[in-house]
């Protein structure tokens, strides 16, 4: 049976019983797997066909970012991210961006693309639920990201566990649970998962996501027809496509961020100051 819907304020400590904490960049540990990294959930809400291999959380680290104008009293976003390589880093001109946003940072390092699908999952749960139990967290506004390879873990968290995740926003990759068209007239690009249906219904109407991609970008026809023929034709009731000219399969400078955040925080009260 799916664990019940995260009401996650009422599992969050709230003011002053939650922990301190240390402003800025800092690398934490967390104490446990979620019950909804248990590998009978995670194969039930894939639909997988294999079984997922034991994780010890305890050998496994976390960046975290916590801006100077975070405080316990307040509650904050958690911006999720899923790094194609080693690193869970951002570029330093995307961090001013969270922090006005509102958001804490948190990335499990070597969660890249050589690593099992399962383990970069059950890494993104872990962050989910771990900072919850850190910090003032606003459970409308826990999104998950990632760049390339990292994206496409991303795309299937933000619909597979859209109980968890009120948003998802993928770099440069996303993968869909329909058979859809790669764009050059030719390939179909096949399935990466089933989702439960009790969770697709709370992603077709609740979450949100933004696809980002590049003008030059290599995935940008995989990524486009992920928007017209997987999300918009499958019935998401807030999906937006972002194409940033003149870019590659790199990250797009901070401003392309911002729009997707903002498509993220829509109706959610955010007033965030003025980004650069």
Known sequence: MLSALLALSSCCLQGAELPLFTVGKSTVEFAKLPPQADATEMK???????????????KEKFQIIVPAA???????????????????????????????????????YKSGNPRNVFDRFRL????????RERFNVDGRRVYVSGFSGGGRVASM???????????????????????IPAGDGKRTLGASFIPDAEVLAIAKKACRYVLVTGEKDFNRPGTKSAFEDGYRKEGFANVRYLEAPGVGHNLPAATWLEQGLAFLDEGKGIEPEKTK
């Open 157 to 179: 968290l933000g619909v597979a566990y859209a109980d968890m995740f009120s948003g998802a926003m993928p770099f440069m990759g996303v993968n869909f649970y329909e058979d």
């Open 70 to 108: 975070y405080k316990h009293s307040e509650r904050w976003g958690v911006f999720i991210w899923i790094s194609p390589g080693d690193a869970p880093g951002i570029p330093a001109d995307w961090e001013p961006v969270l922090a006005a946003r509102k958001l804490i940072f948190v990335g499990a």
């Open 124 to 131: 993104a749960l872990a962050a989910n639920v771990g900072m």
């Open 44 to 58: 039930m809400r894939l639909h997988s066909i294999e079984d997922a291999a034991a994780l010890d959380l305890a």
